[in-house]
């Protein structure tokens, strides 16, 4: 069997997704669990993009032992250093470089002639590969670019250091058939390819970005670039799990592999779907709600004969379990920590207690709590307990047809000072988020608000995504409650809170700088 590399860039190439803002904490808790998943290499971030980016990127090589962290630098000196100084602390150090190849970038956006993007493309891999052992050369819209000069530039970045090749279909314009063939052309017509890796990256504009993968695969790629749930740029990335599982349910068609723990596919894609705040369509393959349900009539008779006349793929392959452990108000901390640990969630010791006394005053309210539920608890408690500058201590909302919806809000400041205003609206969020602006120093605009539930029925919590602008600064929160008002305003907060303490942490070092 072929052995596949996956090179997972949901937290580079999928927070670039409109409206995905990640914080250092949801970064570190990603990549824990991507090394869990066992990826080969974890593309962190852009560290020369910002002090952020550069500290998320180091402290994630620094924590993640199992995989290969990357970051990506453009074709500029010091995108390089940056890359090295954030990563050099890590198992294995590796540096992603990319320029653009085709006809319309180099005219439109480069203005550069094929010779200067040859010679900008050979000097900065020499350089980089002065620093990194392992130096990966992308030459952007590969898939529109002539394939002459695509095996000349290819060719001279490998003379020049490069051991990982990679194709980008950048604008997901090729088919299956033409992006295999630009592997075949490569394959034969760069001299020096047997001395690199080649690896595949695809975007979805077309809906062909799996297909195109596996196509790649098909022609000598041994790499496979992509994210979590698709997310990414425009229509997103190729999905990474519906490769990784196709490879395995028709390795007798492609007789490749890959690493991947395929167990932790459910876990980790809910993950990021909580954390960047983007569903999973319904019908969405591998793990989307629907993948595993069977509505026809004529289905579920045959599924109840042989299950394998209507389910190529078992929910259980995926880590989606038909029955899971029911916690509630009679349970005890040792039950609560030894679920916790069966689902995969890293709760130190210390955080436990205060962890379960959260756990056993919903439970109180909420007749049943799933595994879903745990997960969510866990992920609000840990990722939200660092940037608490507003709490929220009460609400209270007066609606009626007709009556003017208002409000009532008691918040703690960061000085425990208490803070109560009282606001109306057109509507009980609205009334609710005029007087939480007033309650906060700065003007606030919403930008979005979605809400869904975590699980089903009547006592589901309620998950609330908030994108707004807050002190000239766009970033995003999340609330989760068991009454959809509350979730509200905590999401509110939690986006509040987010750029009082990026401020506090970004301030002082541009000021030392």
Known sequence: MQQINIFDTTLRDGEQSAGVNLNFSEKLEIARQLERLSVNIIEAGFPAASKGDFGSVKSIAETVKNASVTGLARTVLSDIDAAWDSLKGGAEPRLHTFLATSPIHRDYKLKMTKEQVVETAVNTVKYAAERFSIVQWSAEDASRTELPFLAEIVEKVIQAGARVINIPDTVGYATPKEYGEIFKYLKNNVPSIDKVALSAHCHDDLGMATANSLAAIENGATQIEGTIN?????????????????????????????????????RTSSLVSKLSGMPVPANKAVIGANAYAHESGIHQDGVLKEVTTYEIISPQLVGVQSNSLVLGKHSGRHAFKN???????????????????????????????????????????????????????????????????????????????????????????????????????????????????????????????????????????????????????????????????????????????
């Open 230 to 266: 698709g997310i990414g740029e425009r229509a997103g990335n190729a999905a990474l799990e519906e490769i990784a599982v196709a490879l395995h349910i028709r390795k007798d068609f492609y007789n490749a592999q890959t690493t991947l723990n395929l167990g932790e596919i459910s």
């Open 339 to 513: 679920r916790l640990d069966e689902l995969g969630l890293d709760v130190a010791d210390e955080d436990i207690k205060p962890l379960f006394t959260v756990f056993k005053d919903l439970a109180d309210r909420k007749k049943e709590m799933t595994d879903e539920d745990l997960v969510a608890l866990v992920l609000e408690e840990k990722l939200s307990k660092e940037q608490r500058f507003y709490e929220l201590i009460q609400i209270q909302i007066q609606y009626g047809t007709n009556q003017v919806p208002t409000a009532t809000v008691t918040l703690s400041g960061s000085d425990n000072q208490v803070i109560q205003e009282a606001g109306t609206g057109a509507g009980s969020i609205e009334a609710l988020y005029n007087t939480l602006e007033a309650s906060v120093n700065g003007e606030i605009n919403l930008l979005d608000y979605r809400i869904q539930s975590v699980g089903a029925g009547r006592d589901a919590l309620a998950q609330v995504f908030v994108k707004l602008a807050y002190q000239g600064v766009e970033t995003s929160g999340r609330g989760l409650a068991q009454d959809v008002l509350e979730a509200s305003a905590k999401a509110y907060l939690n986006a509040v809170n987010r750029v009082i303490y990026m401020k506090e942490k970004t301030e002082p070092a541009m000021q030392n700088s």
